[in-house]
């Protein structure tokens, strides 16, 4: 048991320091001065902590507003994608229908097709809807790339949740959607979360569908790449 024990600590440390590293290495050079950004051999720990580097991204143009787009669609995100995903998913696990294993394909195929290929039908239908440089318009993809994986999470969270807990609260004089409201859904709040958490960092790092489907109100990863680059386009004349 001991050595089980110590493989699963093990295993749980190496895991941790293999997604904290990154994390690390960025922290800290955010707090080296821009000059030795660019030295080589570039120590990891800095000599010398400042605040230059993160004040001049801060201070770049369409940084801070940039970055509140980018809440403002992952909220927009996750209210779109609960508002389809939770009636789908609990239907899913509660109810046996005929083709219920047919919607459970279909919505993991909306997977198969790659956004890039609905990149130019995307723009000229937004324009159409007069949705195009709009956080509407990018929170509606977002929404669409997180629902196969929200809806699949929340069904099997409410999977996990037994139904005579329902039934035994509709007994008692509560009615379906009491029943849910207060026996179902407190207990599916760990993983209700988990599912916000999860479509919240997608839509925060998803740039192809922000780059193509705005101009003026980029999100914060769209801006960065918009100004990689513009700032690499005359290294190729």
């Known amino acids: 048991m001991t050595i089980r024990r110590l493989g699963v600590y093990g295993?749980?440390?190496t895991i941790s320091a293999w997604v904290l590293l990154p994390?690390?290495?960025i922290a800290l050079a955010a707090f080296t001065p821009r000059d030795a950004l660019y030295r080589w051999p570039r120590t990891v720990w800095p000599e010398q902590f400042t605040l230059d580097t993160i004040l001049f991204f801060v201070r770049s143009a369409g940084v801070l507003q940039s970055t509140w787009n980018s809440v403002l669609?992952?909220?927009?995100?996750?209210?779109?994608?609960?508002l389809i995903s939770m009636p789908t998913g609990y239907a899913l696990a509660r109810y046996r229908f005929r083709g219920r294993d047919a919607v459970q394909l279909v919505v993991l195929a909306t997977k198969m097709f790659p956004a890039t290929v609905l990149?130019?039908?995307l723009a000229v239908a937004f324009i159409d809807w007069g949705l195009y440089?709009?956080?509407?318009?990018?929170?509606?993809v977002h929404t669409a790339l997180s629902i196969p994986f929200v809806t699949m999470i929340i069904t099997s969270v409410f999977i996990g949740i037994s139904f005579e807990l329902e039934e035994a609260a509709m007994t008692l004089g509560s009615s379906r959607a009491q029943a849910f409201l207060r026996v179902t859904l407190p207990m599916a709040l760990p993983g209700l979360a988990a599912a916000a958490i999860f479509t919240f960092v997608l839509s925060w790092n998803e740039v192809f569908a922000a780059t193509i489907l705005t101009v003026n109100n980029r999100t914060l990863p769209a801006l960065i790449i918009n100004s990689v680059v513009a700032a690499g386009a005359p290294l190729h004349y």
């Open 23 to 25: 994390l690390v290495l």
């Open 119 to 121: 990149a130019i039908p």
């Open 11 to 13: 295993a749980a440390l």
């Open 133 to 140: 440089d709009t956080l509407l318009g990018v929170a509606i």
């Open 73 to 82: 669609v992952a909220v927009l995100t996750i209210a779109l994608a609960f």
